[in-house]
Every structure is written in structure tokens, then in C-alpha cells.
T-cell receptor, first 116, second 112 residues
Framework: GAVVSQHPSRVICKSGTSVKIECRSL??????MFWYRQFPKKSLMLMAT?????????EQGVEKDKFLINHASLTLSTLTVTSAHPEDSSFYIC????????????FGSGTRLTVV | QQQVKQSPQSLIVQKGGISIINCAYENTAFDYFPWYQQFPGKGPALLIA?????SEKKEGRFTISFNKSAKQFSLHIMDSQPGDSATYFC???????????FGKGTTLSVSS
């Protein structure tokens, strides 16, 4: 089945620094990838949709200059949290859509970001 | 506006019992309805999914019932086990397959 690898699983960074999270589709090509943020005991909140070779589409209220998304290839999307602050601490999850299976959404294992 | 409503928010079931989680959607443009299971600190994993042209789908102990006219669907977990304790999300996907909308989730606890 489709596998999505997300790295790192946990990261702690200092305020003001930037952190990059990678999302890779291991056995399929993903024309579209999605980034979610999840607060404790809450549902997943879609942050942005990235399409290979084009700019990401951000959901309302998500700062595109703070959360930089790059989808440079059909198997890799990255989310960079710039100038991180403690309020950015959260669980970030990526999802990739298998272009050969229109409804195939596969999720990564998530990244726990803690900003100190 | 919440497009997928999920209930209950939490559920406690005894081992061997049946767990039932309900969802309702508003947008008739949705035509694929997956259920995801999430354990703490992990990403959601696809559990089972259904298309609206089918009223029921069963995979092992997990069954989805779908009522197109009522725009409702539910997940039934038969013979619930402590290992089923997790958060369950229903979701709906649009016809183009480009948007996946989650319900708010149900935290299931199965007591042994």
C-alpha cells in the first residue's frame, strides 16, 4: 500500500529559529500533498495544499510567510516553520494523495514540534 | 461552517461490546467517506471507507453503514477490544478528490 514518510518525528527548537519538516511518498507519486496541524484532543486542521511545481494554497488564517511549503518533486514536500515561537508548538501531519488512485489519502506519522 | 458533524465526542465501551460512531455531512458533492484511526503521537491511518452507492461495507470487525438520503454514515466496531482504544475520525472527500474534510473526532476507550 501507499506509504508516506514524515521526518523528523520530534523536534525541539529555540524561539526565533526555523525548522524544516519533510514529507515523502515512498512508493507512489504525489501530485498533491497536504499539511495539517493538530492541537491536543482536537481534529486535524488543514493548513495548506501543495501541488508539485506550483505555489501552495494556504487556508484562511494561515500565515504563508511563517509556514513555507515547497513541493519540488512528485515525492517530496517540505514545511518550514520560520522564526518559530512557542505558540507554533504543535503536532504537524502531512498527507499525500496518490494520483493514480483519486481518493487515496495517506498520512505521515506526524512531527511533534516544541519551541522553547 | 462544519461540513462533517461527528458524534459522540467520547465513548466508553466494555470489552466485547459494540462501538458506534455517527457522522453527518451537508455537502452532496462529497462522494467518498473514509474513517481514520489515530493513536496518540501518530498520524491517522485509514481504517475503512465507503462510496455512496453502497449502503454497507464490512471489513473484519469494522462496518460502515451509509444512508445517502439522510446524508449520514456510521462506524460500527464489533467485539471491541482494548487495542481499539484510539481516536476515530470520519471524513468526506469531494468528487474531484482534492479536498478531505474531517469530523471533530471520537475518543474511544475500551475497558478490559
Amino acid at each position: 500500500g501507499a506509504v508516506v514518510s514524515q521526518h523528523p518525528s520530534r523536534v525541539i527548537c529555540k524561539s526565533g529559529t526555523s525548522v524544516k519538516i519533510e514529507c515523502r511518498s515512498l512508493d507512489f507519486q504525489a501530485t498533491t500533498m497536504f499539511w495539517y496541524r493538530q492541537f491536543p484532543k482536537k481534529s486535524l486542521m488543514l493548513m495548506a495544499t501543495s501541488n508539485e511545481g506550483s505555489k501552495a494554497t494556504y487556508e484562511q488564517g494561515v500565515e504563508k510567510d511563517k509556514f513555507l511549503i515547497n513541493h519540488a518533486s512528485l515525492t517530496l514536500s517540505t514545511l518550514t516553520v520560520t522564526s518559530a515561537h512557542p505558540e507554533d508548538s504543535s503536532f504537524y501531519i502531512c498527507s499525500a494523495r496518490d494520483s493514480l488512485r483519486n481518493y487515496g489519502y495517506t498520512f505521515g506519522s506526524g512531527t511533534r514540534l516544541t519551541v522553547v | 461552517q462544519q461540513q462533517v458533524k461527528q458524534s459522540p465526542q467520547s465513548l466508553i465501551v466494555q470489552k466485547g461490546g459494540i462501538s458506534i460512531i455517527n457522522c453527518a455531512y451537508e455537502n452532496t458533492a462529497f462522494d467518498y467517506f473514509p474513517w481514520y484511526q489515530q493513536f496518540p503521537g501518530k498520524g491517522p491511518a485509514l481504517l475503512i471507507a465507503i462510496r455512496p452507492d453502497v449502503s454497507e461495507k464490512k471489513e473484519g470487525r469494522f462496518t460502515i453503514s451509509f444512508n445517502k438520503s439522510a446524508k449520514q454514515f456510521s462506524l460500527h466496531i464489533m467485539d471491541s477490544q482494548p487495542g481499539d482504544s484510539a481516536t476515530y475520525f470520519c471524513a468526506a472527500v469531494n468528487q474531484a478528490g482534492t479536498a478531505l474534510i474531517f469530523g471533530k473526532g471520537t475518543t474511544l476507550s475500551v475497558s478490559s
